[in-house]
């Protein structure tokens, strides 16, 4: 699923949590603490049921080594469905913050929602698309001998169940999105076309409890609880992304009437110098946010400028010394003031800069808030 940083409502970063594991490709990927317990309950499962009653009569020790093997392949195969999403987004030169893998799968968190309805469908599209294609990679394996071969069409299986289950039509998942995609090239408006989508989404949602009910009577509560939990994280999910779009007018959000606009936006490539001489000698007290063809890739302050000796201020560009996307929060606008210096103090600096869906609007800093909360 491809969740947009700009749907986490947050009183602090929610998506920096877990386990930092590493960057793949330049984004930082995070393991949350509930990926274990699903990794333990497929070895379980795997290892005393599916394994056994598919080749019979091997030692517990083979089928627990090939169910934990099966187990780090599976979370494998969801960073591989994760990174699909976060390559396209990079390729349409949307920052990707990182990947959160958890419980329900994966989360690439993309800096911003796309601008045209191609690239939306498209980094939507890829992640069932990468999925269905190790789904046939692991069938065409499971011809494989003994053990090998089990584990194989049991991650054919996986992968097929994870591709369907995105591709469901309800926003945020993947499905959802292709839906809002085409809704949005199809109608013209952004954000009746999220409503639209999200409205599906909480049907899906109901969709899904019903089935759990169903599952419940029929004596399969452990299935009937599955998918409860799903129901009620697509229901939030949805609902959220609802509020979003319907909210009210930006300039009639409390941050709008803090934020500073007219921010100078500095290119990547502007040399220290003259960042400095233009811009921060006016005002050595704020943050500017730094563009590379279009897109945001960082924020800069005196403070990054000053580590550096004046001697090479004409050698060293602001690429250098900016703070990566990684250091501070991205605001949309309709966040709280409270949520909005929270996260300032998650990721503790002193300036944001704010969105209005994919438009840059501009900075606000810690000041600005703390007298007017
Ligand atoms: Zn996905």
Redesign the pocket.
């Known amino acids: ?2 969740n947009f940083l700009r749907q986490t409502p947050a009183t602090f970063d929610p998506t920096a949590r877990g386990w930092r594991a590493g960057t793949l490709g330049g984004v930082e990927i995070r393991l949350d603490p509930s990926l274990f317990l699903i990794g333990a309950l497929v070895t379980f499962s795997l290892a005393v049921a599916v394994l056994p009653r598919e080749v019979p009569r091997l030692s517990p020790i083979a089928y627990w080594l090939f169910g934990a093997l099966a187990a780090v392949i599976f979370i494998l195969s969801i960073l591989w ?2 990174m699909a ?1 976060a390559l396209m987004a990079l390729h349409y030169r949307i920052p990707v913050k990182r990947i959160v893998l958890h419980l329900f799968g994966g989360v690439a968190f993309i800096a911003r929602d796309p601008e045209r309805p191609a690239h939306e469908f498209w980094i939507a599209i890829l ?2 698309l990468s999925s269905l294609s190790l789904a046939l990679i692991f069938g065409a394996l499971g011809n494989l001998p003994d053990l090998t071969g089990a584990i194989c069409r049991w991650l054919a299986l996986i992968n097929l169940t994870l591709a369907i289950f ?1 591709l469901l039509p309800g926003f945020p998942l ?1 499905g959802g999105r292709v839906l809002r995609a085409a809704l949005w090239y199809f109608g013209g408006s952004y954000r009746k076309a999220t409503r639209q989508a999200s409205r599906v989404g909480q049907g899906m949602a109901a969709l899904f409890v019903f089935f759990a009910l169903l599952l419940f009577l029929e004596g399969f509560w452990f299935n009937a609880l599955w998918f409860v939990l799903i129901a009620s994280f697509l229901y939030g999910a949805a609902s959220l992304s609802y509020r979003m779009s319907a909210g009210g007018l930006p300039n009639e959000s409390p941050l709008y009437r803090v934020l500073r606009h007219n921010v100078p936006l500095i290119d990547a490539r502007l040399p220290l110098a003259l960042l400095a001489w233009r811009y921060l000698d006016h005002a050595p007290d704020q943050a500017f946010p730094v563009f590379h063809e279009g897109a945001l890739v960082g924020m800069v302050t005196a403070a990054q400028v000053e580590r550096v000796p004046r001697l090479e201020w004409g050698r060293v560009r602001v690429a250098d010394v900016m703070l990566p996307l990684t250091a501070f929060p991205i605001l949309f606008i309709t966040e709280p003031l409270e949520s909005a210096k929270a996260q300032l103090d998650a990721y503790n600096v002193d300036h944001a800069p704010v969105f209005d869906g994919v438009q840059f609007v501009g900075m606000v800093n810690r000041r600005d808030i703390v007298y007017r909360t």
Do not use: L
Request: negative net charge.
């Open positions: 699923m491809a469905h994760e999403h992640g069932p995105n993947d």
